[in-house]
């Protein structure tokens, strides 16, 4: 009967331990690298990969509070004169459109599982100084957020899993 009761408690906390231990408990879960999964916007009903098919993109968190996030289209153009200085008004665009990058720091809130970039800097100047709070689910070594208003309009979904 012991060995039955053991066995019982035993399962039922390796049943509870599992999935809590999964589920970012601070700061500190957040911290290293990040490659790009997917990143999907949704607009009026439809969604789209927001950088295309192939999208590459990078997210580092450090243990001091800072983060780097990049994300490059598969697509973008290359520069007919190989200057990037003076590519041609279509070439401006397609990169624009096809990329984007910021940084700065981050802080991280367990009570309600959001966080939010405080932004120094970003290739899309209005958000330069302002903050971005970003509800997130984080499973294993799956991190998942949603962004309210997106850069280009609409909310996205951007999932990205650990470098190893």
Do not use: C
Not at 63 to 77: E, R
């Amino acid at each position: 009967m012991n060995r039955i009761v053991m066995l019982a408690i035993t399962a039922l906390t390796i049943g509870i331990a599992s999935p809590v231990a999964a589920v970012a408990q601070s700061a500190k879960d957040f911290v290293g690298t990040w490659t790009l999964i997917s990143s999907i916007t949704e607009r009026d009903g439809n969604k789209s990969d927001t950088y295309g098919p192939n999208a590459k993109g990078v997210l580092m968190f450090d243990a001091n509070g800072h983060y780097m996030i990049m994300f490059i289209g598969s697509n973008l153009p290359k520069f007919a004169s190989s200057n990037r200085a003076s590519g041609t008004a279509d070439e401006n665009k397609a990169v624009v459109g096809g990329s984007l990058a910021h940084f700065g720091t981050y802080v991280v809130n367990e009570a309600d599982k959001s966080f939010t970039y405080r932004i120094e800097s970003a290739t899309f100047p209005n958000w330069n100084d302002t903050e971005q709070k970003r509800s997130f689910v984080m499973t294993g070594d799956e991190l998942r957020y949603t962004v309210p208003a997106v850069s280009a309009g609409g909310t996205g979904t951007i999932t990205w899993k650990r470098a190893k």
